[in-house]
């Protein structure tokens, strides 16, 4: 079992920054693929991000390449979403997931644990 919790969530203006943490507990990220999930109002849970156990590959929805990075520390416990360039489609609740197998998953089926999300919102 994984835990995870999201953070950093917030209001922000266009074109504006929010870096998003996801802290796990209960067993080490270390041996899991993590990514990042967001749903807007009225819309399916869609990829936004995804990074293979050791972070040397990451994947990203074409709708933020360019603008979002993602990260870990394996030894914190933590993933990071760095969000940059922020428009007002971002808005969203953004979920933090842990994957038990390899590489860099961007369906939300290959997801064994999910945090309880934190609101995004980007105002025009």
């Known amino acids: 079992q994984v835990q995870l919790a999201e953070s950093g969530g917030g209001l922000v203006q266009a074109g504006g920054s929010l870096r998003l943490s996801c802290t796990a507990s209960?067993?080490?990220?270390?041996?899991?693929?993590m990514g990042w999930f967001r749903q807007a109002p009225g819309k399916e849970r869609e990829f936004v991000a995804s990074?293979?156990?050791?972070?040397?590959?990451?994947a990203f929805a074409d709708s933020v390449k360019g603008r979002f990075t993602i990260s870990r520390e394996n030894a914190k416990n933590m993933v990071y979403l760095q969000m940059n360039s922020l428009k007002p489609e971002d808005t969203a609740i953004y979920y933090c997931?842990?994957?038990?197998?390899?590489?860099?998953?961007?369906?939300?089926?290959?997801?064994?644990?999910w945090g309880q999300g934190t609101q995004v919102t980007v105002s025009s």
């Open positions: 997931a842990a994957d038990r197998w390899l590489g860099v998953p961007k369906q939300s089926d290959d997801y064994d644990f």
């Open positions: 209960g067993r080490t990220i270390s041996m899991w693929s």
């Open positions: 990074i293979s156990r050791s972070g040397l590959s990451t």
